[in-house]
């Protein structure tokens, strides 16, 4: 179970009790108060019922308080009034710049345009961008970025994973076991190809070695759901031999825990070695069911993560 470091800063749970109750931001004091109550015999789960907000919040501002200190959970100052939309004398952040009406619509221009010329074949009406726009927007619909649908999605399958994450995330909630997130993420060695200052007329180049598509580094991530924390180890590749170091390095660290790992279909992780590996270690394995796109309810088991895609989405 996590508890409070707060000898780490030098501090004791009375001081937090007074941070609670001294602190000008409403956040800020709701989130001492919550660390304040862990101290007194309690957990990040039940002070997250009694808050009604949800255990992984509370256990991320457990984890930036023991990692990175009081400061590190504290909310900004609201603004004064007459300063809205003004930077702060001495402070750190600077102004925010908002895309204006027009940068916005001129992404949609190109298309507005080839509309005009539809239009004007197909009914021999003659009429401007605006008007399309216009009537466009009558229509109820809206210019927006189009997003992949996955063939190979299965609703059944994905409500069926659903209802088996719920419950490992609230024994993982619980201490009853560990849930891990595991993905790998494969950087090709070579030039990166980013935006940049350059003549107009002219290409901006890149120079690259031309490497070859072997020469890659993977990189295994596991998210540790019950710790709010992060691991990155870096291989030459990803296979099945790797992928039960990984097992084992994880096994390792946590020799008497009931471990439960979650990942994807990989070719590697599917492997028989890796199954055999796994079963060795007494590590439960869950594989994911086949992609879908879920919009705002994607997967949380990692803070913003959008590659799983079958939870509720929870604001933080």
């Given at each position: 179970m996590?508890?409070?470091?707060h000898?780490?800063?030098?501090?004791?749970p009375?001081?937090?009790?007074e941070?609670?109750?001294r602190a000008?931001?409403?956040r800020?004091?709701?989130?001492?108060?919550?660390?304040?109550?862990?101290?007194?015999?309690?957990?990040?789960?039940?002070?997250?019922?009694?808050?009604r907000?949800?255990?992984?919040?509370?256990?991320e501002?457990?984890h930036?308080?023991?990692?990175?200190?009081?400061?590190?959970?504290?909310?900004?100052a609201?603004?004064?009034p007459?300063?809205?939309?003004q930077?702060?004398?001495?402070?750190p952040?600077?102004?925010?710049?908002?895309?204006g009406?027009?940068?916005?619509?001129s992404?949609s221009g190109a298309?507005?345009?080839?509309?005009?010329?539809?239009?004007?074949e197909?009914f021999?009406q003659?009429?401007?961008r605006?008007?399309?726009?216009?009537?466009?927007?009558?229509l109820g619909?809206?210019w927006?970025k189009?997003?992949?649908?996955?063939?190979?999605?299965n609703p059944e399958r994905?409500q069926a994973f659903?209802?088996?994450?719920?419950?490992?995330?609230?024994g993982?909630?619980?201490?009853r076991?560990?849930?891990?997130?595991?993905?790998?993420?494969?950087?090709?060695?070579?030039a990166d190809l980013?935006?940049?200052?350059?003549?107009?007329?002219?290409r901006?180049?890149?120079?690259?070695h031309?490497?070859?598509?072997?020469d890659?580094?993977?990189?295994?991530?596991?998210?540790?759901?019950n710790?709010?924390?992060?691991?990155?180890?870096?291989?030459?590749?990803a296979n099945?031999?790797h992928?039960?170091?990984v097992?084992?390095r994880?096994r390792?660290?946590w020799?008497k825990?009931k471990?439960?790992?979650?990942?994807?279909?990989?070719?590697?992780?599917?492997?028989?070695?890796?199954?055999?590996?796994?079963?060795a270690?007494?590590?439960?394995?869950?594989?994911?069911?086949?992609?879908?796109?879920?919009?705002?309810s994607?997967?949380?088991?990692?803070?913003?993560?959008?590659?799983?895609?079958?939870?509720?989405?929870h604001r933080?």
């Open positions: 996590l508890r409070v470091d000898a780490r800063w030098d501090q004791t009375a001081d937090l009790r941070l609670a109750m000008s931001h409403p800020t004091r709701e989130r001492f108060l919550a660390l304040y109550e862990i101290t007194q015999e309690s957990c990040a789960t039940r002070v997250a019922e009694r808050t907000r949800h255990p992984q919040t509370v256990m501002w457990l930036l308080y023991n990692t990175r200190g009081p400061e590190a959970i504290s909310a900004p609201p603004p004064l007459g300063d809205r939309g930077p702060r004398r001495n402070s952040c600077r102004p925010t710049l908002r895309r009406p027009a940068c916005s619509r992404r298309a507005l345009r080839r509309l005009v010329g539809w239009v004007g197909r021999g003659t009429c401007c605006e008007t399309i726009r216009a009537a466009l927007h009558r619909l809206s927006k189009a997003k992949k649908l996955l063939g190979r999605a994905r659903v209802e088996q994450i719920q419950d490992l995330l609230a993982a909630q619980r201490d076991h560990l849930l891990v997130y595991l993905d790998e993420a494969h950087i090709h060695q070579d980013g935006y940049g200052w350059s003549e107009r007329g002219q901006l180049w890149i120079a690259s031309s490497p070859r598509l072997s890659k580094l993977s990189f295994y991530g596991l998210y540790l759901y710790e709010g924390a992060v691991r990155f180890w870096p291989y030459g590749c099945g031999e992928t039960v170091d097992l084992c994880l390792a660290e020799p825990d471990l439960i790992v979650v990942w994807d279909g990989a070719p590697y992780h599917r492997a028989c070695m890796v199954r055999e590996a796994a079963a270690l007494s590590i439960d394995l869950v594989p994911l069911p086949a992609y879908i796109h879920a919009g705002r994607a997967l949380a088991l990692a803070p913003g993560g959008c590659h799983l895609s079958s939870l509720p989405f933080r």
